[in-house]
């Protein structure tokens, strides 16, 4: 990495503060670029889901890591319901999606609530023995029965295949029934799980994030507090492929005292740690036992702490310099939080980060925990903070009255927000679509094959706003 100028600038930088020169290039090809990563995460797309409640659930788990990205369990989930959804996500296909499964005699009403969990928008109907007897489309407000039962209105199934059918044979059927839905089942006609046109294309495309017993990857957090170690070994026995030791200020005595203690007890996974803005942060998570360090103070979109406290830093320069610190240690940095387009994910992997993680952006997504809500403006989910009066009360609820009570008169996050649901991008696939589209063209623009090519290539300029607002295109023209 280097800057146009020739040096770096004074002054610290945010991701609106820059832009890529484009360099001489050999690389003819989006698909000529390596976009995986090599920080023991697994990833093969620089894409960490960061561990918030209204973010990072099962289906969000299963459906990144498909893709090859990895979702990050909250620290607030208690331990049996982590299990529960670690084994989910490592019980599921690597190539076909997990539909929304009801039987005949549900009701409609079942139905429709749960259909907007997943982007392809059917339930499967399937008999006692497990056998698809049917579709069930979402309704759009269609003038339906909710309280009937589903066997009522069943369509019929277009397209049934073998579970070992190629995903480009799957997409060439679906193309020659004119349909956009394949219902796959085993070698028994049991239900194995859905592909769409769209979702067989992306199979040829992407790759997922698997264990060593060719299973989808999770990670998961823990706090600073209580049993720490033993919260962490319980995860590590349940399946977990990476822990996360997290607090909004990790670099403190009590942070490097749990993160010791877990590194201590090597249980065999990555430890990632944070959040820092610095060198020295870096440092000390890297030799209390972090392989990964989380960076970021206050660039979140659900966080009040820079308004609140005056504490952070603007995030590229915060990831570049803990980056720069963690490569000379041996270690990998993830850029969390900032994040609103593309761009902020090319330039952060440019700043030198191996991982790049998303919340509140991810939020308003089908695969996100909450449940879909609409109002005049269309469909919306909520997200809040985990430092919000809401993710307080959440995780304090073990304490008595007047402790929950004290604590949820500091806050430093938002504890309500409207994320909408984009039209053109409502699955949290499409915007892994975006962000690795826009990601592949910049390391062809900089002459890139592969992420570690883009930090050693990159050429970066400082811009003024107007040059970030030039930049930013105008679909109803001048």
């Known amino acids: 990495m280097r800057f146009l100028s020739g040096h770096e600038p004074d002054h610290d930088l945010t991701y609106d503060d820059l832009f890529i020169v484009p360099n001489r290039s050999a690389v003819a090809s989006r698909f000529d670029v390596d976009i995986s990563t090599h920080d023991g995460s697994g990833t093969t797309i620089p894409v960490v889901v960061a561990n918030m409640t209204a973010v990072a659930g099962k289906r969000m788990a299963e459906t990144v890591a498909r893709r090859g990205g990895i979702v990050v369990l909250p620290q607030d989930v208690p331990d049996d319901a982590a299990a529960d959804t670690i084994a989910y996500v490592k019980s599921r296909n690597l190539v076909a999606d997990t539909p929304v499964v009801l039987g005949p005699h549900d009701l409609m009403a079942h139905a429709q609530a749960l259909i907007p969990k997943r982007a392809h928008g059917y339930a499967v109907v399937v008999d006692n023995d497990g056998r698809p007897i049917g579709l069930i489309p979402r309704a759009h407000g269609s003038d339906l029965d909710m309280f009937s039962e589903l066997s009522l209105s069943l369509l019929p199934i277009p397209v049934l295949l073998p579970d070992t059918t190629a995903p480009r044979t799957v997409f060439d059927t679906l193309s020659d029934a004119n349909t956009d839905l394949a219902v796959l089942v085993d070698a028994e006609g049991q239900l194995t799980g859905v592909l769409s046109r769209v979702g067989a294309l992306r199979a040829g495309i992407y790759r997922p994030n698997t264990d060593a017993h060719n299973r989808l990857r999770i990670a998961t957090a823990v706090g600073i507090n209580g049993d720490v170690v ?201 915007l892994i679509d975006h962000i690795c589209s826009g990601l592949r063209s910049t390391a062809t623009y900089t002459g890139a094959r592969d992420l570690t090519e883009l930090h050693d290539k990159v050429i970066l300029g400082v811009q003024s706003a107007a040059g970030f607002a030039e930049g930013r295109p105008l679909p109803g023209g001048w």
């Open 230 to 430: 033993g919260k962490a070994r319980a995860l590590v026995a349940a399946g977990t492929d990476l822990l996360v030791v997290d607090t909004a200020h990790g670099h403190q005595a009590k942070m490097l005292s749990a993160l010791s203690a877990i590194a201590a007890a090597e249980l065999g996974v990555p430890i990632a740690a944070g959040n820092v803005v610095s060198a020295a942060g870096t440092s000390d998570l890297v030799n209390a036992g972090a392989s990964i360090v989380k960076v970021g103070v206050g660039p979140g979109a659900m966080c009040t702490t820079r308004m609140m406290t005056g504490v952070g830093r603007p995030q590229f320069s915060a990831v570049a310099e803990c980056a720069a610190t963690a490569t000379e240690l041996g270690a990998s940095v993830w850029a969390d939080g900032g994040v609103r387009h593309p761009r902020d994910v090319a330039l952060a992997l440019a700043a030198g980060a191996s991982n790049v993680m998303i919340g509140s952006w991810f939020a308003g997504t089908y695969e996100s925990p909450g449940d879909l809500q609409t109002d005049a403006d269309g469909e919306f989910k909520v997200s809040f903070g985990m430092a919000s009066k809401r993710a307080v009360a959440a995780r304090s609820t073990a304490d008595e009255a007047y402790d929950r009570a004290r604590k949820t008169l500091f806050e430093e996050g938002i504890s309500s927000s409207r994320i909408r649901i984009d039209p053109d991008r409502p699955s949290v696939e499409d």
